[in-house]
């Protein structure tokens, strides 16, 4: 057990100053030293110990990445921040395979890269849910698996950490502000609309939670209408004309990306109506929504990271030489209102 233990910290440490190297652009040096499950004293994570490492000795870490599809300027915005990132530069390949929203092909994607070479698999899960078998796969094959984006409902020995969005937070400031804006501007009732995201995925699960405990907190809001537009432009639009031919009476819309609100937009502007009449509550942050916010369009939009990349490839790098990185690592995010959407769009994602 000892001389296994210095085995992985030397190990670690030669594959940190081979990718170190690497950045430099120097040859880096393989790794082939480092047995299939760490098994130090330390452990990856908690509860987990397969280390990200360079099995097959080309010098580089193959992260396979299991992506969710291309829904939104958001997706679109993670999907480059990978691609950007998972270079030979910074000692990565990458395999990339996108699920196109689908939940079971992306199960099979996942498999896919177990076979095709990847050394480790960031896994953004469409939805949170019949995960076990393919990650007790992963872990047989000695392949560590990271969540990001959205998390999942697995037991946290399946899993090496999560790096992503807290999403019941994002709601719950989402909420938080609309709280005050009522107070602040004496809006008697909250008539909402609400537009989730792909059912099932945490993404939906946690910004929905924070509107449903809300409304079943506070007696005078209410749900007017609650439907899926699958984070998507298109599907956001569908769903507000729906509401719109029945006539609904609401005055706030909550919609779980900036995508399904660009959408609700177009449909409420093709219909005559003043969208500065209506309370918007947005997510996500892409530089078109937020500029938006600036035009008074938008009201409020709880914040999301897309550009996971370069962070998720740190926590690569560190579990790799050896260190102890966090189960789960949410990302800082806030809100961005008329009070600091001039400041945010200059450092906003996306177009
Ligand atoms: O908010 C939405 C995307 O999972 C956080 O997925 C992500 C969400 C994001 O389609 O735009």
């Given at each position: 057990?000892?001389?296994?233990n210095?085995?992985?910290?030397?190990?670690g440490i030669?594959?940190a100053?081979s990718l170190?190297?690497?950045?430099?652009?120097?040859?880096p040096?393989a790794?082939?030293?480092?047995?299939?499950?760490?098994g130090?004293?330390?452990?990856?994570a908690?509860?987990?110990n397969?280390?990200?490492?360079d099995?097959?000795g080309d010098?580089y870490?193959?992260?396979?990445?299991?992506q969710?599809?291309?829904?939104?300027?958001?997706?679109?915005?993670?999907t480059?921040?990978y691609k950007?990132?998972?270079?030979?530069?910074?000692?990565f390949?990458?395999?990339?395979?996108?699920?196109?929203?689908?939940?079971?092909?992306q199960?099979?994607?996942?498999?896919?890269l177990?076979?095709?070479?990847a050394e480790v698999?960031?896994l953004a899960?469409v939805?949170d849910?019949?995960?076990?078998?393919?990650?007790e796969?992963?872990k047989?094959?000695?392949?560590?698996?990271?969540?990001?984006?959205r998390?999942?409902?697995v037991?946290e020995?399946?899993?090496l950490?999560y790096f992503?969005?807290d999403?019941?937070?994002e709601?719950?400031?989402?909420v938080?502000?609309?709280t005050?804006?009522m107070?602040d501007n004496?809006?008697a009732?909250?008539?909402?609309?609400?537009?989730?995201?792909?059912?099932?995925?945490?993404?939906?699960?946690?910004?929905?939670?924070a509107?449903?405990?809300a409304?079943?907190?506070?007696?005078?809001?209410?749900?007017v209408a609650q439907?899926?537009?699958?984070?998507?432009?298109a599907?956001?639009?569908?769903?507000?004309?729906?509401i719109?031919q029945?006539?609904?009476d609401f005055n706030v819309?909550?919609?779980e990306?900036d995508?399904?609100?660009?959408?609700?937009?177009?449909a409420?502007?093709?219909?005559g109506?003043?969208?500065?009449?209506y309370?918007i509550?947005s997510?996500?942050g892409?530089?078109?929504?937020v500029?938006?916010?600036?035009?008074?369009?938008i009201?409020?939009?709880a914040?999301?990271?897309?550009?996971?990349?370069?962070?998720?490839?740190?926590?690569?790098?560190?579990?790799?030489a050896g260190?102890t990185?966090a189960?789960?690592?949410y990302?800082?995010?806030?809100?961005?209102?008329s009070s600091?959407?001039?400041?945010?769009?200059?450092v906003?994602?996306?177009?």
């Amino acid at each position: 057990m000892k001389i296994k233990n210095v085995a992985i910290a030397v190990s670690g440490i030669a594959l940190a100053l081979s990718l170190a190297a690497c950045g430099g652009g120097s040859t880096p040096t393989a790794d082939t030293t480092t047995p299939a499950d760490g098994g130090g004293e330390a452990p990856a994570a908690e509860g987990y110990n397969l280390v990200p490492k360079d099995i097959d000795g080309d010098g580089y870490i193959t992260l396979g990445f299991a992506q969710v599809g291309a829904e939104s300027g958001w997706r679109t915005a993670n999907t480059q921040s990978y691609k950007d990132y998972f270079v030979e530069a910074n000692g990565f390949k990458l395999i990339f395979a996108d699920a196109n929203q689908d939940a079971d092909k992306q199960k099979q994607d996942v498999r896919d890269l177990i076979t095709q070479g990847a050394e480790v698999i960031d896994l953004a899960p469409v939805t949170d849910s019949g995960w076990e078998p393919i990650l007790e796969e992963a872990k047989a094959a000695g392949i560590p698996l990271i969540v990001s984006d959205r998390q999942l409902s697995v037991s946290e020995d399946l899993y090496l950490t999560y790096f992503g969005g807290d999403m019941e937070a994002e709601g719950n400031r989402a909420v938080e502000w609309l709280t005050k804006y009522m107070a602040d501007n004496s809006v008697a009732e909250a008539k909402i609309v609400h537009l989730q995201g792909t059912i099932g995925s945490t993404a939906q699960k946690g910004r929905s939670k924070a509107l449903d405990d809300a409304v079943a907190a506070n007696a005078n809001w209410s749900l007017v209408a609650q439907q899926t537009g699958e984070f998507t432009q298109a599907k956001g639009q569908e769903v507000m004309e729906s509401i719109l031919q029945q006539n609904a009476d609401f005055n706030v819309i909550y919609s779980e990306n900036d995508d399904m609100t660009y959408g609700a937009i177009d449909a409420l502007t093709a219909a005559g109506k003043k969208v500065e009449d209506y309370i918007i509550i947005s997510f996500d942050g892409n530089k078109s929504a937020v500029q938006m916010v600036i035009d008074g369009k938008i009201d409020v939009i709880a914040e999301c990271d897309p550009l996971l990349g370069p962070q998720v490839g740190d926590l690569i790098k560190k579990a790799a030489a050896g260190e102890t990185i966090a189960k789960i690592t949410y990302s800082v995010e806030g809100v961005i209102d008329s009070s600091n959407a001039a400041e945010k769009i200059t450092v906003a994602f996306g177009s």
